[in-house]
């Protein structure tokens, strides 16, 4: 069964470097998200990504954060400068189409800023 | 804005014991309403859905039914085994106003014992 992954399982970095998370979606899937989980909280939406654009991002998803599809197939999320406070599990998820509920998610990255 | 709240966990079972997670949201309009589960060091997966008031969502003997008057959707199953220890996380997307991005709880851990 096709599934999405994610690389690295676990980063750990220091505040204020920068890290790439990385993501293969299922390979006919079209449509792109990023979500986030700090310990003991809420699944939250980042941003989704449709046709090499951002279609949507939440408050969370400032100008520290970005993602593009370098080459077709990865899709990355990077952080530019991280923070304490970004330490959390990040999920990337994908989806046939926009309107279709059945997002599959990866196994997540879970990040931990020193 | 939309909501999710469901119950704190973990919640402990002994095997075949009856299993109930409440779940209840806020929403504008008519949302549809999942649950997803996650297993240890795997990603979220859909478990059911259900897309309009008095639907039941089922699969895998889990259970859940779309309460409009109530707002809720509560995840139920008869029969619990220990491989259904997992967290699972109740979800409502939007189906109008030109944002489908699903609204997540904070996950309900499920401990099943022998």
């Known amino acids: 069964e096709p599934e999405v992954t994610q690389t690295p399982s676990h980063q750990v970095t220091q505040m204020g470097q920068e890290v790439i998370l990385r993501c293969v979606p299922i390979?006919?899937?079209?449509?792109f998200y990023w979500y986030r989980q700090i310990l003991g909280q809420k699944v939250e939406f980042l941003v989704s990504f449709y046709n090499n654009e951002i279609s949507e991002k939440s408050e969370i998803f400032d100008d520290q954060f970005s993602v593009e599809r370098p080459d077709g197939s990865n899709f990355t999320l990077k952080i530019r400068s991280t923070k304490l406070e970004d330490s959390a599990m990040y999920f990337c998820a994908t989806g046939a189409a926009e309107l279709s509920y059945e997002q599959y998610f990866g196994p997540g990255t879970r990040l931990t800023v020193t | 804005g939309n909501s999710v709240t469901q119950m704190e966990g973990p919640v402990t079972l002994s095997e075949e014991a009856f299993l109930t997670i409440n779940c209840t949201y806020t929403?504008?309009?008519?949302?549809?309403l999942f649950w997803y589960v996650q297993y240890p060091g795997e990603g979220l997966q859909l478990l059911l859905k259900?897309?309009?008031?008095?639907d039941k969502g089922s699969n895998k003997g889990f259970e859940a039914t779309y309460r409009k008057e109530t707002t809720s959707f509560h995840l139920e199953k008869g029969s619990v085994q220990v491989s259904d220890s997992a967290v699972y996380f109740c979800a409502l997307s939007p189906t109008s106003g030109g944002s489908y991005i699903p609204t997540f709880g904070r996950g309900t851990s499920l401990i099943v014992h022998p």
């Open positions: 929403a504008t309009g008519y949302p549809s």
């Open positions: 259900a897309t309009k008031a008095d």
């Open positions: 390979s006919n899937h079209l449509y």
